[in-house]
């Protein structure tokens, strides 16, 4: 019987346990990177409400220096900012 020949058994039962623990390692990796996805999703829920946040203070916050800036308009502005 020639090397090649003992080999192919070999071969074929390491690919089988490499392609096994590829898939273990899948499985329980794809839990882990859900778990890690969702985090990263509410993490960036938070960040995009808090922004949204700091947008209108600095909108409402900017009012007042709007009025003054175009006295033109002014009247039309206090009209809008008294509703």
Not at 4 to 17: D, E, K, T, W, Y
Not at 38 to 55: D, H, K, P, Q, S
């Amino acid at each position: 019987m020639s090397t090649c020949s003992r080999l192919g058994p070999v071969q074929a039962g390491l690919i089988s346990m490499a392609a096994v623990s590829t898939a273990l390692l899948t499985r329980s990796s794809a839990k882990f990177f859900a778990r890690d996805a969702r985090a990263v999703g509410a993490l960036g829920a938070t960040a995009a409400e808090c922004f949204g946040a700091i947008r209108t203070v600095r909108a409402f916050s900017g009012e007042k220096s709007e009025m003054n800036v175009s006295p033109s308009h002014s009247s039309e502005l206090k009209t809008i900012a008294a509703m």
